[in-house]
């Protein structure tokens, strides 16, 4: 018996070395990467990456043991060439489809989503060439009366995700996560035309945002959905002074991944509409999201959102204060003010008295046209 087992011991030293051998491998491999720069050594733990989050739990712990972390799912997430696929979404939209597809296409549509199409003005789903058409489609008129007894009601169909006053600079995009409100409406500048005086060494950003004694800073997130109406309107008489574009990323803003990636709607491309309102401070802002590249606003001819190169961190400012104009774009509440292209959310951040009041319930559905709240 220990003759047999004296024998057998070069085989199981022999052993053991080949199944410590992946080990040694792992941590020369590893030590190669850390050697690598920031993106080289992105995109070499991709595969790996993804592996860990699609095999069965535990499947990769080995490689932890030999100093390998996973890429986080939010910075997994962020890698995805979101912008590129909208972009190639957007063209598939462009493509007319054949008098005989519409109809099953949009049906099929129609029933994944829930969508309405007796509000629609045209019913008929062979007058929608194409998938754009389709998305970007009118109501008929009295489908969606406007609140004449509220001063500010719901620019669009959608979801209530967030509402209230804005506190400290932070404003929640769902509850318990939350944004920068100075990051999401970007810097301010010295510039005459803008709706809000230039940076001051003391003092928040809300308060230099807050133009009246008395008055607060109020914020509402509404949320499209693929099924709701796409386009959005003014929600009270206001007068738009300001237009600021940032380019970014065109993450989903289901509620869903606002709860997951903190300060997301700042990640995002948006278009930030600036002006004044009988309370002071106004802005109304619309966020892409993924496959919604195309932010269209009725009035801004020279903008163009999902441009296939930009600057991270850049935005262009816009002003509709001229030498001709003196005092920008009026808009009437409920007036039609743009369109997504699919699904995305709308942000309004306001200035108003202490008596205004929301009325409404976190995670409601509304309508174009509903109430928001008043004094």
């Known amino acids: 018996m220990c003759q047999s087992e004296a024998r057998r011991g070069p085989e199981l ?11 040694l491998a792992l941590r020369r491999r590893l030590g190669q990467l ?10 070499r733990s991709w595969p790996l990456t993804v592996l ?9 712990r080995p490689l932890s043991r030999v100093g390998w972390r996973p890429v986080s799912r939010v910075a997994l997430y962020k890698s995805v060439p979101t912008r590129l696929l909208s972009r190639a979404w957007g063209r598939l939209n462009q493509v007319e489809l054949p008098h005989w597809l519409r109809r099953p296409v949009y049906s099929l549509y129609i029933w994944t989503f829930g969508v309405n199409m007796k509000e629609a003005a045209v019913e008929d789903l062979h007058h929608y060439r194409n998938l754009s058409e389709f998305f970007r489609r009118k109501l008929k008129p009295q489908a969606r009366p406007v609140c004449g007894l509220h001063s500010v009601i719901s620019p669009s169909d959608g979801k209530i995700l967030n509402f209230g006053q804005v506190k400290n ?5 769902v509850k ?3 944004y920068s409100l100075e990051s999401f409406l970007g810097p301010r500048t010295s510039t005459d035309d803008l709706p809000f005086p230039p940076a001051t060494p ?4 809300r308060n230099q945002l807050v133009t009246r004694e008395g008055n607060e800073l109020y914020h509402c997130v509404i949320y499209l959905a693929p099924g709701d109406y796409h386009c959005f309107h003014s929600p009270t008489d206001w007068t738009v002074s300001h237009r600021r574009h940032f380019p970014g990323s065109l993450m989903s803003v289901n509620p869903g991944m606002a709860r997951w990636i903190k300060e ?35 009035f801004d001819r020279d903008l163009h959102t999902n441009s296939p190169r930009y600057s991270k961190g850049s935005y262009n400012d816009f002003s509709f204060v001229t030498h001709a104009n003196k005092e920008g774009i009026p808009m009437r509440k409920g007036e039609h003010l743009g369109e997504f292209n699919l699904g995305s959310t709308i942000v309004l951040i306001f200035e108003a008295p202490k008596d205004f009041n929301f009325k409404l319930k976190a995670g409601q559905k509304i309508r174009f046209g509903e109430a928001l709240g008043s004094l």
């Not at 004044?276 to 590249?293: M, R």
């Open 169 to 173: 600079c932070e404003v929640e995009q």
């Open 202 to 205: 003391c003092g928040s950003f």
């Open 13 to 23: 030293r022999a052993a053991a070395k080949w199944l410590h051998f992946p080990q």
């Open 264 to 298: 997301l709607f700042c990640h995002n491309e948006r278009v930030v509409l600036t002006g004044d309102w009988k309370h002071g401070f106004f802005s109304l802002t619309a966020v892409g999201a993924t496959n919604v590249g195309s932010i269209r606003i009725y």
């Open 52 to 60: 860990y989050y699609l095999l069965p739990f535990g499947a990769l």
């Open 34 to 43: 850390s050697c690598m720069s920031r993106p080289a050594l992105k995109l």
């Open 176 to 178: 318990g996560v939350t």
